[in-house]
Structure formats: C-alpha cells, structure tokens
C-alpha cells in the first residue's frame, strides 16, 4: 500500500511539474505592444537580429530592431490613460527581411532618402550610377533584391540605458554606387516627456551625398483598420516641392496656398486627398510630396502636427531638417498583413520623413547634401505624443 502511495505521489508530482513547465513555457513575457522578442531573434546574412525595449517612467514604450533600425511599435497613452500601439510593423523579424516583404515599415533610411533622378548623380565630374528601383529613379538608396538600402541591413545595437538605443552601420566605398566609406550612428531616446528623439550622425573617407530619415508609418488611432482620414493635420510650411508623374521634384519650390497642400492651417487629411483635378494629387495619388518648412532648421519650434480625433493623440515633429515628406499610405492595398493580422490597406497611417529635398544632389539651387571628409553629418528628428 505504501509504495503504491508514493508511485501516486511522485506522478502527481511529476504531473505538476509538467503543468509548471508548460505554464512557463506559454506566459512568454511580451511587450506592452503585444510583441514576443524571441520572434525577433535572427539570423540575416550572418548579422543577428533583436528587439530592444525602450521605456520612461510614464509607462510610454518603443521598440525598435536592428534590422533596419526600424521603429516596430510605438505605445503611447490616449486620452483615456489607455496604452494604444501607433505605427504600423510586424509581429516577427522574418517579415521584414526583403524576401518576404519589401517594405519601409519603421525604418532608418540611407545612403538618400528619397528619390534621385534615374539614379545619376555628377559629383565633381564623376557619374554616379545607382540603383534604379522606383520608376527609372534611385529611392530610399536603392532596394532591388541584391543591392538593399540602410532598411534591409543589420545595424550594430548598444543599449546603455532603459531609454536609449544607439545604433551603427558602415557602409563600404561603393555601396550600392555611393562613394565614400560611411560611418553612420543613428540614436534613439525616450524622453521624460513622451518624445522620441532621433538623432543621426555620419563621416565618410571621401566626399558623397548622405540623406537620412526615419519611415515610420503612423495611426494615432491605435487601430490600423480606420484610416487616416479623419486625422487632422498642420503643416507649418507654405510651399512645397511639385513632381510629375513618376515622383521626381520638377525643381521648382510652389506655394501651398489655394491648392490641397496647404495644411497650414489644420484640417483632415482626407479632406482633399481624392481631388484629381489637382495635378500633384493625381501624379502623387494622393499625398506623396516635400512640404518646405517655415521652420528654417530651428528644431525647437513644431514643423507638423498630427491629431487623432478618434484616440485624443497628439504628435508635434520637431526637426532641423528644411523639408518633411508626407505620405499617406496610398499604395497600401491589403496585400500586406502586420501586427495582430491585420491587413494594411490603403492611407492606413501617414508617414512624416524628416530630410533634404529629394533629387537634391541635382538641384544645386536647393540646400546642398554633400558631405566631405572631416566634416559630420547630422540631423534631427523629434516625434512628441499628448493628448488632448
């Protein structure tokens, strides 16, 4: 009878051992955002890839992988005090690699972000040729399979502290057709104050071009299935960079005024968005251009904001870039499913790039995007949330 009893004691034993072990092995510890970091865990091209954390104490939380130094998911309180994740991303690393996805989602963009004309450049007589991958022009440093921008690379990641991630890339002379050995160092910091703040610094060994931006499509909703219609936006810019039917900036700087782009004073971005009797929403879709700032490089003072009547979020930018890209999602058709399954479709969030002009490199009348040995690139970029 006693051994019988302790054969009973030790299955049971045994059984609630496997129970706790299972129970462990399913109460992962997430994200706020729902995120599980071991998904992100990685091998790409031999580089490793993860998912870093970064928090304040207001509970506000970004999490942001090496792979392309991407933003995967920004929480931020809604005018309720309830946490809402408001950029568009992937629950796992494998769907941003290039061969599942081609996509800009939450992505620190180099060598130039933006376009360049048919991807030619003449820079101290010497014809640069680079990737040509969106209409015959060179855009976001050339994505084609095989020759990948700075969003497709896997950046050294240090975090000294629970609100900071630095990361670094070099990119060798010829990278995709650039010139220069580039050293670039791209810092993320969660302020006291909600903001993110991204810092960007680079030096090269000969003279190039370097434009950087970050990519993160933004829903201050929370909820990728209502579109950013009803968002109301403000510009502070009263001119714009016109294109024509392949994108490309025509090289003349237009005032917004009395056209839809000019949200100098707030409105919903929807508002306007389908007037195709206006040539720069017909070539664009919709929005896709470089407003020119008021705001003359003076990183204090708002460039755009952005308000979600739905949630109550605010976001100000802040950056000493002179233009800002907006684009609102239009080529997004459902095709692609992000975080919690939901499939992305069409002006599902707004993209707010913080850069030069694009084409820069051939308009020397607008400001210059050379950067020369011993001199250090820098740019600057602040996303700052509220309520209201």
């Given at each position: 009878?006693?051994?019988?009893?302790?054969?009973?004691?030790?299955?049971?034993?045994?059984?609630?051992?496997?129970?706790?072990?299972?129970?462990?092995?399913?109460?992962?510890?997430?994200?706020?955002?729902?995120?599980?970091?071991?998904?992100?865990?990685?091998?790409?091209?031999?580089?490793?890839?993860?998912?870093?954390?970064?928090?304040?104490?207001?509970?506000?939380?970004?999490?942001?992988?090496?792979?392309?130094?991407?933003?995967?998911?920004?929480s931020?309180?809604?005018?309720?005090?309830?946490?809402?994740?408001?950029?568009?991303?992937?629950?796992?690393i494998?769907?941003?690699?290039?061969?599942?996805?081609?996509?800009?989602?939450?992505?620190?963009?180099g060598?130039?972000?933006?376009?360049?004309?048919?991807?030619?450049?003449?820079?101290?007589?010497?014809?640069?040729?680079?990737?040509?991958?969106?209409y015959?022009?060179?855009?976001?440093?050339?994505?084609?399979?095989?020759?990948?921008?700075?969003?497709?690379?896997?950046?050294?990641a240090?975090?000294?502290?629970?609100?900071?991630?630095?990361?670094?890339?070099?990119?060798?002379?010829?990278?995709?057709?650039?010139?220069?050995?580039?050293?670039a160092?791209?810092?993320?910091?969660?302020?006291?104050?909600?903001?993110?703040?991204?810092?960007?610094?680079?030096?090269?060994?000969?003279?190039?071009?370097?434009?950087?931006?970050?990519?993160?499509?933004?829903?201050?909703?929370?909820?990728?299935?209502?579109?950013?219609?009803?968002d109301?936006?403000?510009?502070?810019?009263?001119?714009?960079?016109?294109?024509?039917?392949?994108?490309?900036t025509?090289?003349?700087?237009?005032?917004?005024a009395g056209?839809?782009?000019?949200?100098?004073?707030?409105?919903?971005?929807?508002?306007?968005i389908?007037?195709?009797?206006?040539?720069?929403?017909?070539?664009?879709?919709?929005?896709?251009?470089?407003?020119?700032?008021?705001?003359?490089?003076?990183?204090?003072?708002?460039?755009?904001?952005?308000y979600?009547?739905?949630?109550?979020?605010?976001?100000?930018?802040?950056?000493?870039?002179?233009?800002?890209?907006?684009?609102?999602?239009?080529?997004?058709?459902?095709s692609?499913?992000?975080?919690?399954?939901?499939?992305?479709?069409?002006?599902?969030?707004?993209?707010?790039?913080?850069?030069?002009?694009?084409?820069?490199?051939?308009?020397?009348?607008?400001?210059?995007?050379v950067?020369?040995?011993?001199?250090?690139?820098?740019?600057?970029?602040?996303?700052?949330?509220?309520?209201?």
């Open positions: 009878m006693k051994s019988a009893m302790r054969i009973a004691a030790v299955a049971t034993l045994c059984a609630m051992a496997g129970a706790c072990a299972h129970q462990a092995s399913t109460d992962k510890a997430l994200t706020l955002s729902g995120l599980d970091p071991d998904n992100f865990r990685a091998k790409y091209r031999g580089d490793s890839t993860a998912l870093y954390t970064l928090t304040n104490a207001n509970g506000m939380e970004v999490c942001v992988t090496n792979f392309g130094g991407r933003i995967v998911s920004v931020v309180p809604d005018r309720d005090g309830v946490f809402r994740d408001v950029v568009l991303g992937f629950d796992s494998a769907d941003y690699f290039p061969e599942n996805n081609l996509s800009d989602f939450g992505a620190a963009i060598r130039y972000a933006n376009r360049i004309n048919q991807g030619r450049v003449v820079l101290d007589g010497d014809t640069l040729k680079l990737p040509r991958n969106n015959g022009h060179c855009l976001h440093g050339g994505t084609n399979m095989g020759s990948f921008g700075w969003q497709y690379r896997v950046y050294s240090e975090q000294p502290d629970d609100t900071t991630l630095v990361l670094s890339i070099e990119s060798p002379d010829g990278d995709n057709g650039f010139p220069g050995k580039v050293n160092v791209v810092t993320y910091r969660l302020t006291s104050d909600n903001a993110i703040d991204i810092d960007y610094k680079a030096t090269t060994d000969r003279k190039t071009i370097i434009n950087l931006t970050n990519h993160s499509y933004f829903n201050l909703s929370g909820d990728p299935e209502k579109t950013v219609a009803d109301e936006l403000t510009i502070y810019a009263s001119a714009f960079t016109p294109v024509d039917s392949t994108f490309m025509t090289g003349e700087i237009a005032p917004v056209t839809p782009l000019d949200f100098t004073v707030a409105k919903p971005i929807g508002r306007d389908d007037q195709r009797d206006c040539e720069q929403i017909k070539n664009a879709n919709g929005y896709d251009h470089n407003w020119v700032l008021d705001t003359a490089g003076d990183d204090s003072k708002v460039a755009a904001t952005v979600s009547p739905a949630s109550g979020i605010v976001m100000d930018v802040y950056t000493n870039e002179p233009g800002i890209q907006v684009y609102t999602g239009n080529f997004l058709d459902g692609v499913t992000g975080k919690g399954g939901h499939a992305y479709q069409q002006r599902s969030a707004i993209c707010l790039e913080t850069q030069h002009y694009p084409d820069s490199p051939n308009k020397p009348q607008w400001p210059s995007v950067l020369n040995p011993g001199e250090t690139y820098s740019s600057h970029c602040v996303y700052k949330f509220s309520t209201k």
